[in-house]
C-alpha cells in the first residue's frame, strides 16, 4: 500500500463513521435509541428497517478500514512498537465490525419475532436482543472496540515519536486515544462519560485526517529516514 491509498483510507474511514452517526441519529435517535427499553427499540427500528441497517453497515465498513489502515500504518516504522500495533488495530477493527453487524444480521429477526403478537415470541425475542446488545454490542464491539482503539493509537504514537509531526501531533492522539478509553466506563452510568467519549471518537477523526495531510505532504517515518541513510553515498554522509 502506497501513502497516497493509506491516506485516502485515513480520511474515508472517519467520513464515513461521521455520515453513518449522524443519519442514524436523524433516522433511528442512535445513540440515545439504546436507553429505551427493548420493546421500544425493535419497534423503533422496524419503523425504518432498510435504512438503519444500510446506515449501520456503513458504520461496520467504516470500522473495518481499520484494519488495512493499521497494516499499512505498520509499515511507517520498523520497531516493537508498531508491529504490535498492527495486531491491536486489526482487532480493533475486528470486534467492531462484529458489534455492528448484529443489526444486519440478528436484530431483523429480533424485531420480527416481536411484532408476532405472541407474548411468549415477543419475550424471547427481546431477551435475546438485550442479550445480544450486552455481549455483541456492549462488550465486544463497544468495551473492546474503545480499549484496543486507544490501543493502537498510543501504540502507533509511540512508534513513530515525532518523526511524523510536531508535540501537537502526539497531545492530539494522545487525548482522543483517552477520552476514547473512557468509554469503557460507560455501563457504569457515570456522569459525562459518554459525552467525553464522543469528543473523543471527533478529536480521533481530525487525528486520522491531520495523519492523512502528513502522509501527502511527504513526512517521513523512521523506516523512510532509514532508508534514506542507506541509501546515502559516502561523500553524502561524510557532508551529514
Not at 435509541?33 to 456503513?58: D, M, N, Q, Y
Not at 429480533?110 to 411468549?120: I, K, N, Q, T, V
Not at 462519560?193 to 487525528?207: E, H, K, R
Not at 486520522?208 to 532508508?227: I, M, Q, T, W
Request: glycine letters at 10%; zero cysteines.
Amino acid at each position: 500500500m502506497n501513502r497516497t491509498r493509506l491516506a485516502a483510507l485515513l480520511i474515508t474511514a472517519p467520513l464515513l463513521f461521521t455520515a453513518g452517526v449522524s443519519a442514524l441519529g436523524a433516522i433511528f435517535d442512535y445513540p440515545e435509541v439504546l436507553k429505551r427499553p427493548a420493546t421500544e427499540i425493535l419497534a423503533e427500528f422496524s419503523a425504518t428497517e432498510g435504512a438503519v441497517i444500510s446506515w449501520f453497515l456503513v458504520l461496520a465498513l467504516a470500522a473495518g478500514l481499520l484494519m488495512p489502515i493499521a497494516i499499512g500504518v505498520g509499515r511507517l516504522a520498523d520497531n516493537g512498537w508498531m508491529r504490535a500495533s498492527v495486531w491491536v488495530g486489526s482487532a480493533a477493527a475486528a470486534v467492531q465490525v462484529v458489534g455492528l453487524l448484529r443489526w444486519a444480521v440478528l436484530v431483523p429477526g429480533f424485531a420480527a419475532d416481536a411484532a408476532s403478537g405472541d407474548p411468549a415470541v415477543v419475550a424471547a425475542a427481546e431477551e435475546s436482543f438485550r442479550t445480544a446488545h450486552r455481549i455483541l454490542g456492549n462488550l465486544i464491539g463497544e468495551t473492546l472496540g474503545y480499549l484496543l482503539t486507544a490501543g493502537w493509537t498510543l501504540l502507533v504514537l509511540a512508534a513513530l515519536g515525532r518523526t511524523m509531526a510536531g508535540r501537537w501531533f502526539t497531545v492530539l492522539g494522545a487525548t482522543a486515544a483517552v477520552l476514547v478509553l473512557s468509554g469503557v466506563l460507560s455501563p457504569l452510568d457515570l456522569p459525562l462519560v459518554d459525552t467525553a467519549n464522543l469528543v473523543g471518537y471527533v478529536l480521533w477523526s481530525i487525528w486520522l485526517v491531520a495523519f492523512a495531510v502528513l502522509l501527502l505532504r511527504g513526512r517521513p517515518g523512521r523506516s523512510d529516514s532509514r532508508d534514506a541513510e542507506v541509501s546515502a553515498t559516502p561523500e553524502q554522509a561524510r557532508r551529514a
